[in-house]
């Protein structure tokens, strides 16, 4: 009967939810173990210069070496993290992580800066200021080759606090990216009074390219906000010659995406700039 099927279709959710539940709550235990025993790394994914294509910032993309399931990718932890308060304590690790690298990089001569991205339940902390910049006078890294990448949500809460937040950073020399820009919710006026360097526009509408006009429209007055108050603009999520070509025709300053390059080992990043440069320098003298 249909009651029996009923009942039987909620016996399979049933299972279906326990099942969810209890694979969450496994990974929050692992995720536990994973802060303490060192199991997150980082990959570097190159930011080019959108008239040169020469790589400037690297952006630290974290992953967790699990000792049983192999290399995790963020979407598979980080809301974890978020549900179970592990977001502080997993983006502390990433900036200790993020900065030892910048150090090593500046050790062996070369001028890397990076960008690491923070978790608005990160930055809201009371002590996330102090703590990052204690960090990095440890580290021994200028504040200028480290910037942020948080997403316009922090300008929903707590708004003038996240402005004094903001502006500290930035007083301090550490630069400040909108991440994830043009998909959320907005107000343009107060926007307009975060404290940032840097607008990065979100993947999707860059994917809309070519499909979609009105994307394509968003894009452009993004582009021209930008441009007026004053904020360097990058795109993300570039992986056509298409895409590359809309986005230098307007204006914007910085690219990153498969086109150019993806996450990958501090170790390679060096070999692909030096790839790059060789290979740009026979594209240009062709
Ligand atoms: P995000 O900060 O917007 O980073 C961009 C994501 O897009 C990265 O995914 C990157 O690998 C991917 N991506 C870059 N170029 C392309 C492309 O051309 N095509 C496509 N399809 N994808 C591209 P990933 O590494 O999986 O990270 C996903 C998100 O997880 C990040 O989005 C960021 O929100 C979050 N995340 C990553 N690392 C951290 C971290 O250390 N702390 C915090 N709080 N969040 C992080
Ligand atoms: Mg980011
Ligand atoms: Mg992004
Ligand atoms: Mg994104």
Redo the contacts with the bound molecule.
């Keep these: 009967s249909s009651k029996q099927a009923g009942k039987a279709r909620c016996m399979f959710f049933d299972k279906k939810i326990r099942e969810t539940l209890v694979a969450r709550a496994r990974v929050e235990a692992d995720l536990r173990l994973a802060l303490q025993r060192d199991e997150l790394l980082l990959h570097f994914?190159p930011k080019v210069d959108t008239q040169t294509l020469e790589i400037g910032c690297v952006e630290?993309?974290?992953r967790w070496q699990h000792p049983m399931r192999g290399l995790l990718?963020?979407?598979d932890f980080?809301d974890v993290a978020e549900q179970s308060g592990l977001m502080s304590p997993l983006?502390q690790q990433?900036m200790v992580l993020a900065l030892a690298q910048c150090r090593r990089w500046l050790d062996q001569g070369i001028e890397r800066p990076v960008a690491?991205?923070?978790?608005p339940s990160?930055f809201v902390e009371p002590d996330f200021v102090p703590g990052l910049l204690k960090l990095l006078s440890q580290s021994g890294v200028p504040a200028r080759l480290l910037s942020i990448?948080i997403t316009e949500s922090i300008a929903m809460t707590d708004f003038e606090m996240n402005v004094l937040r903001l502006g500290s950073l930035r007083a301090a020399g550490v630069r400040v990216a909108i991440?994830?820009f043009g998909i959320g919710y907005s107000n343009l006026s107060q926007l307009a009074r975060l404290p940032m360097d840097e607008l990065k526009i979100d993947?999707s509408l860059i994917a809309a390219i070519g499909r979609s006009e009105k994307s394509e429209a968003i894009i452009r007055a993004i582009l021209s906000m930008a441009r007026a108050l004053g904020y360097r603009s990058i795109a993300?999520?570039?992986?056509t010659a298409e895409q590359l070509a809309f986005l230098r025709d307007l204006g914007c300053d910085a690219l990153?995406?498969?086109?150019f390059g993806r996450?990958m080992p501090a170790a390679q990043i060096e070999d692909w700039a030096a790839a790059r440069r060789a290979g740009l320098q026979v594209a240009v003298t062709a």
């Design positions: 994914q630290a993309l974290v990718m963020p979407a980080i983006g990433v690491v991205n923070v978790s990160q990448e991440d994830d993947r993300e999520g570039i992986e990153q995406g498969y086109l996450p």
